[in-house]
């Protein structure tokens, strides 16, 4: 199973895109409304990365617990875009700025969805990987042959979704 190449890309579209949305409604461009604080403050609730407190990355524990924490927020960013009544579009190698509106809900969750999508193709390749792998060969092994970047790309994953400063903040970024 090939690995997605444009991580670097998916990472840059969500941190633009956030960047957007924090900063639309910090200069009241977008002001939410009830029903936009509540499906935040649920994204936040449901995506609740229980990791003790622990900075990441989080390599004391499995690839499975750091990839289905990544891979959790892309389906509850759709439920929440269900929810709400928003398109989820895709982002990544757009530019914010180019648009002709203020950002809002939509974009705020396309862009975070940009990353978390990569949580789920990510499991995909665990998955696999867990299926064939060898007996001479441990699964980080195998994974390492099939993806030699995943560690690096999921600390950074991690560092946006967890921690100071990230989308575990997500309310605060709203209040």
Do not use: C
Not at 123 to 149: C, F, N
């Amino acid at each position: 199973m090939p690995h997605d190449t444009g991580f670097p890309a998916r990472l840059t579209a969500a941190e633009d895109w956030l960047d957007l949305a924090i900063g639309a409604q910090q200069e009241g461009d977008w002001i939410l409304d009830d029903t936009e604080r509540r499906i935040l403050a649920d994204l936040v609730a449901a995506t609740n990365p229980l990791h003790g407190g622990n900075l990441p990355p989080h390599t004391g524990e499995s690839l499975y617990v750091r990839i289905g924490r990544i891979a959790n927020w892309a389906g509850a960013l759709r439920l929440a875009a269900r929810a709400g009544g928003w398109e989820l579009s895709p982002v990544t190698g757009r530019d914010p700025s180019a648009l002709a509106r203020p950002a809002g809900m939509a974009d705020l969750l396309s862009g975070i969805y940009a990353l978390a999508e990569q949580g789920e193709q990510w499991q995909e390749l665990l998955l696999a990987a867990a299926r064939t792998v060898s007996r001479d060969r441990s699964l980080e092994q195998e994974i390492g042959a099939r993806h030699p970047r995943l560690e690096k790309e999921l600390a950074a994953a991690e560092a946006f979704f967890t921690g100071p400063g990230s989308l575990e903040d997500l309310a605060l970024y709203f209040s």
